[in-house]
């Protein structure tokens, strides 16, 4: 999870929508209706297709890769923990009572987040894999059976 986190951090491309007509846009040639809080073709005024669009809770979405939204210093402070946990050093000399406070508060903020992503990556595969076995099933009854 970690590396994927650092190889999506490298993209810096601007947001893109597309407009039926008139094609692709990044972000800030769009016009923007604060009325309808919706983002439009500047030539026709049209609807727009985001290239990337993630919406993260009721009138909130992201056009661009989540990571960018990271500041690059919590960025760092999760490499730090993501790279003690991986090799089991603690990252100031001394031991466990040496360590500064800062680095248990960004550690448990981390560890939390991580473990919630993997409970839903985990939840997505049993998902993915019940409705494959569904899927199977359902071929395995509509095929004749064979008589022996």
Same mark, same amino acid.
């Given at each position: 999870m970690e590396k994927g986190l650092d190889r999506s951090r490298q993209c810096q491309e601007e947001p893109q929508a597309a407009c039926e007509q008139h094609g692709w846009f990044i972000h800030t040639e769009l016009a923007f209706d604060e009325e309808k809080g919706m983002y *439009? =073709?500047? /030539? =026709? +005024? +049209? %609807? @727009?297709r985001w290239k990337f669009a993630l919406p993260l809770w009721k009138n909130y979405t992201v056009f661009s890769c989540p990571v960018q939204q990271i500041d690059p210093e919590a960025m760092f402070i999760m490499r730090i923990v993501f790279w003690s946990e991986e090799i089991g050093i603690l990252p100031?000399? +001394?031991g466990l009572l040496d360590q500064p406070n800062i680095y248990f508060e $960004?550690? /448990?903020i981390v560890m939390s987040e &991580? $473990?919630? @992503?993997m409970d839903e990556m985990?939840? /997505? $595969?049993? &998902?993915k894999s019940k409705a *494959?076995? %569904?899927q199977h099933d359902i071929a395995n009854q509509r095929r004749p059976r064979q008589r022996g």
């Open positions: *439009s =073709c500047p /030539n =026709c +005024g +049209g %609807q @727009v100031f000399a +001394g $960004a550690r /448990n &991580k $473990a919630i @992503v985990r939840e /997505n $595969a049993e &998902k *494959s076995h %569904q």
